[in-house]
């Protein structure tokens, strides 16, 4: 198929993938979808263990993804749909990290590299690597990730000493905090991504003048 | 309103009956004991008055009008005109037992107009025949008029007594008579409801106004109205509700238009009012009659309210007047015009035109009523005169007045058709509208667009899936080349093994085996060997295969043979979801015609708008972006090009000047001819204008032609006097603007002193256009067609310099690609690639500006649709938007102006900092052409090199690659020396030969590892030679080397 995007069936179910195997691209992808659709009726994100709340406040499932080797959990309220990077028209004169435009179902969408953007990569995404389609308003653009490791319930960090991990690079300004998740027997610590903040950056917004 | 009445709020309304049902019972049995209780019969008229309004509101009309001739009753009871008498009592019970029945119905859902109208007629029968037994039995003031019930005409002064009851029914104190001047204003909307409350009581009106389908004043609002003079429309007025009044009011007065646009033409001077005629007048004055019970539903009381005014004086022309005259007309234009108005912004300020337009109704009625005294209208002047010094007294009462005069006139009118109306006849008109609703159903445009949108998916997938069948048709070849080579193995296998390998045949002595088949009969089967059941079992494997092929190629032609009907289907839906969006230009020509008005009015020129071709339907798009920049000519027109009465007097023109527009649609085209018959450009004007303003100009060589392109230059006016109309040199730039939003070009000519025609042409499609599909440093764009002039081959010198010549002329030289900052192959400079041939040339004019751009490549013509870059990108130099290709691929539309207007080296809008990153950007995906008949070969290279991050293109032969590389123009090929129909060496000696892809870096993979082939491949151009199997490593680095 040529078009932009390899979609893949939302229906799938068994989405759970909080621990243990590793699915596949697409698995996960429907996984998401799916999770996404639920998540959009049930705004605002409601707490599936609220057992769990009474200890740690809960911040609702996340999407979790890795970039240049960092963890990052990106709210699912801001997430619209997740796809395998396909076919991308560059443009001219854009910055670096805009790779340019793709059509997702007849809509044109704006990519971004957000490894490049952050500065925390400098090899450009590759054909088939995944993105994450995220609007903040009106804006609508394609983010692009180095994997998607897939969406967690999380809580909040215990620890609130400020210190946003040992991020001290431009990705620390839309880092919005930490929260941890279950993992195994024991809790994992991860960075919460500041989508809202990303999409109305002066810099993300430069383009829309 | 009928359209907002669902089930659930049917269901609503039945319940909220039934709920009043009982207490009206109860209040009838103490009216029956004691007949004098103003409290219950007060009660009793509530619930009543309420039934009435709910049910006519959902579309219950029959119901509705049944409560109508109960409360009527009950007014005239309260209001001391009639007795309550046990008939009476009866009479509303058996409504009431009437109305719980068919409540029952409509719950079971057998309700049906019939049982409607029986109930209507069951209730009318009953009052009917009280009200006679009454007037026969008594002999009081009341009951010698025994039709005032159902003419439903009020006396003079009962309206006091109802203001009275009205005032009672809300809680209100009742107002002394003297009350102050502030009071009055404050209670100014609610003496403008109410007229529409006197309305509603009388009876006659109420089924009239029933009769066309509308839904009845809800009073509710009323007392609020008092305590709140202002209340604001959009917060109280259900949005709901209000767009449907909007789309309703939208179609009346385009119908009010129409008719008055028809009867401007035709009436030139006085003449008889005769059926036809007549029929307009009723339509107008049918269409201004439903908006102003629409409006008074809604709670739009301004628009009732005028509406109003407007109707009496439709009713008295429909009626009494005997003749039309070409001022009556244009008092209707004014009355439709202030309608619009208020309609389109209820609280709109135009109090001045509304007394100017109702005295000038008043004028007519009051002169035609002079003049033939001898008509039913004799207590008409007077009264006339009485209101005209109550005008000038309070102004803030005008349409009460003028009310009461129009009513006095019916009160001498009333007559018995009236009555027969209302009992007997059927309502025919409503039944048919009912009818016709259900032929069309309104939709959202967005939803529409939405249904396009997804029909243009539809038609991306199945072209994705026309890709598809390609592959695999290359596949099944592919598999046939192969089954071909197994059978001619097989074949050899028999001819040269199998007999062979039979012992006795074919000689296979002192084996183990020879020894034992000695001793059977060498036709015995079992005599083979293993080879020769081996070869067999081979044999049949590839019958088998040959099936397989067979079935497999069946199948795909069905599947092709579904694609095509799937192809046709789509297109059909396309066509047709295209067409919903299409409106005729009559939606657009009433807005022209009452702007012709307004400026004619304004600038007290006689003008008329003849408009031909308002059937042509266009996108409703067009008719959108279209109505400012007609607007504007048109006032433009009135105000600057038209001359005043007196000059076109003495010039001999006819003092009324016209203006036409002719709407045509020829082939692709939409044509747009707007003309006057005005003064024409004053080019001397221009002229004197244009040396002043472009300094750099040769204005005095430019020819009349040049001179009146010029007027469409941003702040170009010629206007000396700036005007509410026009004269801000913001006009024509506008105009042109948007024409070329919808891709068009508009043109102007004009020879002095006998007018200017405009002349705009629109693609019928608005999004969709044609383009030039061309291509610059290795990036694929489109140029819409409308900027180009000429497309040139030109000799490669001609382009090689800062300016191009065009018969004298010198054009700046456009190189896309470097103001781009794209990439170009590698050592090929910029727009130069098609070496020995000769460059094409795009010659471009947008307007403002000429250029040449050189291509590199004119890969064809496309019809495109336009597309926007999405919401975050808004601002992309040099590209206007992008287009989606068959296959879903995206192709960006490069916007001529802006390349035209570049200021040198420095880069609109965007700062230093993308031009630096773009530096980066340049290192693009390298794009590497694969070049092997195995198909597994092709799998693991095209994996490797997309792995890199590279993009690969495969091709399956000789003959494909050099077709891929003219296609793709690759970074570097990677080239099999045996392949069919012509292999690596022949490539590379092709590519050797043409300039253009001498550069192409060329490395030979192959399993020949021999130093001959190497030696050889060298001498051909190859840059490199890995021998199959590969090492990553070894191809990274060399690939890395070579590109």
Redesign the interface.
């Known amino acids: 198929?040529?078009?932009?995007i390899a979609h893949t069936d939302m229906k799938t179910g068994g989405h759970d993938l909080r621990n243990g195997g590793q699915p596949s691209l697409p698995e996960l992808i429907a996984a998401i979808d799916h999770e996404i659709a639920e998540v959009l009726k049930l705004q605002p994100a409601t707490n599936p263990h609220p057992d769990r709340a009474e200890e740690q406040k809960s911040l609702g499932r996340h999407i979790c993804v890795n970039l240049a080797g960092q963890h990052l959990a990106l709210s699912l309220s801001t997430i619209l749909e997740a796809g395998e990077l396909q076919?991308v028209?560059?443009?001219?004169?854009?910055?670096?990290?805009?790779r340019g435009?793709?059509?997702i179902?007849?809509?044109?969408?704006?990519v971004v590299d957000l490894g490049l953007f952050l500065g925390i990569k400098d090899?450009?995404s590759?054909?088939?690597e995944p993105f994450l389609i995220v609007r903040d308003g009106?804006?609508?653009?394609a983010l692009i990730v180095d994997k998607i490791l897939g969406t967690r319930p999380l809580y909040q960090a215990a620890t609130k000493n400020g210190n946003l991990d040992d991020h001290t690079d431009e990705a620390g300004e839309y880092h919005s905090g930490l929260a941890t998740y279950k993992e195994g027997e024991g809790e994992k610590t991860i960075t919460l991504f500041n989508i809202n903040a990303l999409i109305s950056s002066a810099r993300f917004r430069?383009?829309?003048? | 309103m009928v359209d907002v009445a669902e089930n659930e709020i049917m269901t609503d309304l039945i319940g909220e009956v039934r709920g009043y049902l009982p207490e009206m019972e109860n209040c009838l049995l103490t009216l029956a004991d004691d007949d004098s209780n103003d409290e219950i019969a007060g009660e009793l008229h509530r619930m009543t008055h309420t039934i009435k309004g709910a049910a006519s509101m959902v579309g219950l009309l029959d119901l509705g009008e049944t409560a109508a001739v109960m409360e009527q009753a009950l007014d005239e009871i309260i209001d001391g005109r009639r007795n309550l008498t046990p008939g009476m009592i009866n009479a509303m019970s058996g409504t009431v037992k009437g109305i719980s029945q068919y409540c029952d119905s409509v719950c079971r859902g057998e309700a049906d107009e019939r049982e409607g109208e029986k109930l209507y007629q069951e209730v009318v029968a009953d009052f009917k025949e009280v009200t006679t037994e009454m007037t026969e039995e008594g002999g009081t003031e009341e009951s010698a008029a025994p039709d005032l019930l159902f003419a439903g005409i009020l006396a003079e002064g009962d309206e006091e007594d109802l203001d009275d009851i009205f005032n009672r029914l809300s809680g209100e104190e009742e107002k002394p008579a003297d009350d102050e001047d502030d009071l009055e204003s404050l209670f100014s909307s609610y003496d403008e409801v109410d007229d529409i409350e006197d309305d509603w009581d009388n009876l006659a009106e109420l089924t009239e106004l029933i009769d066309v389908d509308e839904p009845i004043a809800e009073t509710e609002p009323f007392p609020e109205l008092a305590t709140d003079p202002e209340p604001t429309l959009e917060q109280t007025i259900n949005p709901e509700l209000l767009a449907c009044f909007k789309e309703e009011t939208d179609e009346h007065l385009e119908n009010i238009s129409i008719r008055l646009n028809g009867l401007t033409s035709t009436v030139s001077e006085e003449m008889i009012i005769d059926d036809s005629v007549r029929e307009i007048l009723h339509s107008i004055r049918r269409s201004v009659h439903t908006l102003k019970g629409a409006a008074a539903v809604i709670g739009i009381d301004s628009v009732a309210a005028w509406g109003h005014e407007f109707e009496d004086f439709l009713d008295w022309l429909h009626d009494d007047s005997a003749v039309l005259s070409p001022d009556i007309v244009d008092a209707m234009l004014d009355g439709a015009d202030i309608l619009e108005k208020i309609a389109s912004n209820p609280d709109i300020e135009i109090k001045t035109e509304i007394t100017g337009a109702g005295n000038l109704f008043r004028k007519f009625i009051t002169t035609d009523t002079g003049t033939e005294p001898d008509t039913n209208k004799k207590t008409a002047p007077e009264n006339t005169e009485n209101q005209q010094d109550t005008d000038s007294e309070s102004s803030t009462l005008p349409q009460e007045c003028f009310q009461t005069a129009a009513e006095l006139e019916e009160t001498t009118a009333a007559d018995d058709r009236e009555i027969s109306a209302i009992i007997g006849e059927p309502r025919p008109e409503r039944r048919k509208q009912e009818r016709q609703g259900v032929d069309t159903l309104r939709v959202d445009v967005s939803k529409i667009d939405k249904l396009i949108g997804l029909g243009g998916d539809m038609a991306i997938n199945l072209s994705s899936f026309e890709d598809t069948m390609a592959t695999m048709r290359s596949s099944i070849l592919e598999f046939d080349g192969t089954l071909q080579r197994l059978k001619t193995i097989t074949s050899n296998l028999e001819a040269g093994y199998e007999l062979a390998a039979i012992p006795h045949l074919g000689g296979v002595t002192g084996s183990e085996e020879g020894g034992v088949t000695q001793e059977f009969d060498p036709l015995e089967m079992d005599r083979y060997s293993e080879l020769n059941i081996m070869i067999r079992s081979l044999n049949e494997a590839v019958s088998d295969l040959d099936s397989i092929r067979d079935q497999n190629a069946g199948i795909r032609n069905s599947w092709r043979r579904t694609m095509e009907r799937q192809q046709g289907v789509l297109d059909e839906v396309r066509n047709t979801m295209g067409q919903m969006r299409m409106t005729p230009f009559t939606s657009l020509a009433n807005r022209l015609h009452r702007t012709t008005r307004e400026s004619a009015r304004a600038t007290g020129k006689k003008v008329r708008l003849l408009i031909e071709g308002q059937s042509l339907q266009m996108d409703t798009r067009i008719w959108n972006t279209l109505a400012d920049p007609l607007m504007h000519m048109l006032r433009n027109s009135v105000d600057h090009g038209i001359e005043t009465n007196e000059e076109r007097k003495q010039i001999g023109k006819p003092v009324q000047a016209t203006i036409k527009i002719e709407a045509q649609r020829r082939g692709n085209q939409f044509v747009l001819r707007i003309a006057d018959d005005g003064k024409g450009l004053d080019f001397s004007a221009i002229r004197k204008k244009a040396t002043k303003l472009y300094s750099t100009m040769d204005v005095a060589g430019m020819s009349d032609n040049q001179l009146a392109g010029l007027i469409f230059r941003q702040g170009f006016s010629l206007s000396s006097k700036v005007t509410t109309m026009s004269g801000r040199g913001v006009g024509m730039d506008v105009v042109r603007h948007g024409v070329e939003q919808l891709n068009g070009t508009i043109e102007v000519k004009s020879t002095s002193g006998m007018g200017v025609t405009f002349i705009i042409r629109l693609p019928v499609s608005v999004a969709q256009f044609p383009a030039y599909f061309v291509r610059f440093g290795g990036q694929r764009f489109m140029v819409p067609m409308r900027d180009i002039f000429k497309v040139m081959r030109v000799g490669a010198a001609a382009i090689n310099k800062d300016e191009f010549e065009l018969d004298g002329e010198l054009l700046p030289l456009i190189r896309p690609a470097e103001i781009m900052r794209l990439k170009n192959g590698p050592g090929k400079p910029a727009s130069s690639v098609t070496g020995e041939e000769k460059p094409i040339v795009l010659l471009v004019d947008t307007g403002s500006r000429r250029g040449a751009i050189p291509v590199d490549e004119l890969l064809g013509q496309r019809e495109v649709v336009f597309k926007d870059l999405g919401t975050h990108l808004l601002n992309v130099p040099y590209i206007s938007g992008v287009t989606i290709m068959g296959d879903g691929g995206l192709v960006p539309i490069l916007n001529t102006d802006d390349l035209l207007n570049r200021e040198k080296g420095v880069l609109h809008r965007v700062g230093t900092e993308v031009v630096q990153s773009r530096v980066e950007v340049q290192e693009r995906v390298l794009s590497i052409l694969i070049a092997d008949d195995s198909i597994s070969i092709r799998k693991v290279l095209a994996n490797f090199i997309s792995g890199q991050g590279w993009q690969p293109i495969v091709a399956t032969d000789g003959v494909d690659a050099m077709e891929k590389i003219r296609d793709n123009e690759p970074d570097l090929i990677i080239l099999d020396i045996e392949m069919p129909r012509m292999n690596g060496f022949e490539v590379l000696q092709s590519l050797q030969a043409q300039p253009a892809y001498r550069e192409i870096p060329t490395l030979m993979l192959t399993s020949r590892s021999a130093d001959k082939y190497r030696k050889k491949a060298r001498e051909l151009g190859a840059r490199g030679f890995v021998n199959k199997p590969f090492k990553d490593e070894e191809l990274i680095a060399l690939i890395n080397e070579l590109a």
């Open positions: 198929m040529n078009n932009s076919g028209e560059e443009l001219p004169l854009l910055p670096d990290w805009l435009i793709t059509n179902r007849g809509e044109i969408i704006s090899k450009k590759r054909t088939g009106e804006t609508k653009t430069e383009l829309k003048k």
